[in-house]
């Protein structure tokens, strides 16, 4: 049985991952448009990933006899400024995302409620991973810079990081 202070609060987690999934396949939109299409493939992948991040805890809410609430879509931006800024928006979603997991974490400590603590904790890893992983395209994008040829560049870089999320997958990780 869980409280429902606990129950709100993941409710309120799951129309954080599915705004950032509806965020995610806005701005892959935006890519694909724009020809770039390893961003394109990379966005779309992220979206679907949010999407699977919002139905976990559907189901571990339905599991403690909670009541998981299907969230309002708000509509995400569909214009970006540039794919730098589209991907330091990302980075900064994702570090929300973070926060609001360290968030669900300490309620759970002190309500003691060690089921969702135990379940926040694939949470936080993803995070971990999730910050990462944008880490590195910011850093890759920076040493790009903005040369005439960047995007094209930056496209490319992403393709490369879309082929070894793909073989990690392969390889039985997430
Ligand atoms: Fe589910 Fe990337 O936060």
Redesign the pocket.
């Known amino acids: 049985m869980i409280s429902k202070k606990m129950e709100k609060a993941l409710n309120d987690q799951i129309a954080m ?1 599915g705004y ?1 999934s509806f965020l995610y396949l806005s701005m892959a939109t935006w890519c694909d448009h724009k020809g770039l299409q390893g961003c394109y493939e990379f966005l779309r992948r992220q979206a679907e ?2 999407h699977m ?1 919002m139905l976990k805890i559907f189901e571990y809410l339905s599991d403690v006899d909670g009541f998981p609430v299907t969230p309002g879509i708000k509509q995400p931006p569909h214009e970006f400024d540039s794919v730098q800024s589209l991907f330091k928006s990302v980075y900064e979603h ?1 570090q929300k ?1 973070t926060k609001s997991i360290n968030g669900l974490v300490s309620l759970a400590n002190s309500e003691n409620d060690y089921s969702t603590q135990t379940f926040l904790q694939w949470y936080v890893e ?2 971990r991973e ?1 910050e990462a992983l944008m880490r590195t395209i910011l850093d890759r994008i920076q040493l790009i810079g903005d040369g005439p040829q960047s995007l094209y560049f930056i496209d490319k870089e992403l393709e490369a990081i879309n082929k070894q999320v793909a073989a990690a997958e392969a390889a039985g990780g997430e």
């Open positions: 991952e950032a990933e949010e991040h994702e995302v993803e995070q999730e």
